[in-house]
């Protein structure tokens, strides 16, 4: 079980070192506002435990335990997918032990709306998990 570092904000875990210029991009990405103005409340951390493990084992280190054990209900993670891929897709992870549901991923643009949403719960996970393209990115309503 991995451990999810204590932040005031969702935190934006960085999983992925090769290239530092795509993770500063991403990161710019993900604090530019959206059209209405919104800003995503994230803290970017970086956390070398995760270094070279795949989606699926990342996923598996983080138990749904929300609001028990984490302070937020989702986790977004720049991994090797997001780094290495043209519209670098952000991992999101579900963490709401009330919410069965499968992690997707989205566009980095995308984290501001998701994480807005669910800190204010005017949305679920699950809305936003499905609204997810066939090929499992969210790229907007």
């Known amino acids: 079980m991995a451990s999810l570092p204590e932040t ?3 935190p934006v875990l960085r999983a992925d070192f090769a290239d530092d210029a795509v993770w500063e991009r991403i990161r710019e990405k993900i604090m530019e506002p959206t059209e209405e103005g919104f800003g995503a409340d994230v803290d970017f951390v970086e ?4 270094t070279g493990l795949n989606e699926m084992a990342i996923v598996a280190g983080y138990q749904r335990s929300y609001p028990h054990d984490y302070r937020h209900p989702v986790l977004f993670v720049v ?4 780094t290495s891929t043209p519209e670098h897709p952000v991992l999101v992870v579900n963490l709401n032990a ?7 991923r989205a566009l980095p643009r995308q ?3 998701i994480q807005n949403n669910l800190s204010l719960a005017n949305m679920d996970y699950v809305e936003f998990a ?4 066939a090929d499992g990115i969210f790229r907007g309503f």
């Open 47 to 50: 956390d070398l435990a995760l």
């Open 98 to 104: 009330g919410v069965d549901a499968q992690p997707f």
């Open 8 to 10: 005031r904000s969702v």
């Open 130 to 133: 499905t609204a997810a393209d």
């Open 79 to 82: 991994d090797t997918i997001a």
């Open 111 to 113: 984290v501001q709306s």
